[in-house]
């Protein structure tokens, strides 16, 4: 789906448009191993543009957010919840859920996800559905998940 300010598509690495007893409910998972959350909201907005700041802008809005996220934030978390919220109001769902799938036996970058929920006030607990979004228009939810680690060997 394209979002304000720029011109490719947001990509989710999986969509799940599943059903609750109050409505749909959008899933947007973020698969991990190993490999980070990429750039900081910091290290993106470096000279950024007018597209990325209206970017920015409109994620902020979709997740609730009314002050810039700390440069420390990665990126890709904020987009991710922000997708998951669009997306929910378009298909007029009950709530909207960002789940990270880590199969990390390690946690890599938990305390990125951490500090992601910490903008929202939530004290993060791995495996516990929490929401985190309490001013986006759809409720939104946050969730890390540690994937067994015999489903990366072949």
Partial sequence: MPLPGGSRASQNDLFVLARSPAGPVVIMVEGKVNEPFGPTVGEWLTDASRGKKA??????????????????????LLHRAASAVITAEQYRAAAAVMLVHSFSQKHAWWDDYRAFAAQFGVVAE???VQRIGADSPVPLFGVWVTGDSAYLEK
């Fill in 126 to 128: 791995r495996g516990v």
């Fill in 55 to 76: 970017r920015l802008r409109a994620l902020m809005r979709a997740v609730g957010l009314t002050t810039q996220p700390p440069a420390s934030i990665h990126y890709q």
